[in-house]
């Protein structure tokens, strides 16, 4: 069975390059580009992981990643930050909001994969 990844970011842009980094990568890639796309979009198709990015409109990503652990039904699905905000207190504040892992952009498409491969080893 094919790990499936929910990537949410604001930027199409972003979406766009990681979604086909993933893809290429082996993974099925779901969207969202926003916080609360991301929320429904997580309980509707139980991604393995989630990559989230921090600065949205409307609910940010510390934000989604609370509410994300709050919820049985996906308090335990790993979380990956990619974001611009590099700032120790930025980080911080990612990790105890409930990121399994914080990376900042930019970053290297290979980085991420690796990163989502670290997370969902056995």
Do not use: C
């Not at 796309?37 to 990015?53: F, G, H, K, S, T």
């Not at 709050?70 to 700032?87: H, S």
């Amino acid at each position: 069975m094919t790990e499936r990844i929910l990537l949410v970011d604001d930027d199409p842009e972003v979406v766009n390059l990681f979604s086909y980094t993933l893809k290429r990568a082996g993974y099925e890639v779901d969207t969202a580009l926003s916080g609360e796309a991301a929320l429904q979009q997580a309980r509707e198709v139980q991604p393995n992981a989630i990559v989230l990015d921090v600065m949205m409109p409307g609910m940010d990503g510390y934000t989604v990643a609370r509410q994300l652990r709050a919820q049985p039904e996906t308090a335990a699905i790993p979380i990956v930050m990619l974001t611009a905000r590099a700032l120790v207190p930025d980080r911080v504040a990612g990790l105890q909001a409930g990121a399994t892992a914080y990376l900042v952009k930019p970053v290297m498409p290979s980085a991420l994969v690796r990163t989502i491969r670290d997370i969902l080893a056995p």
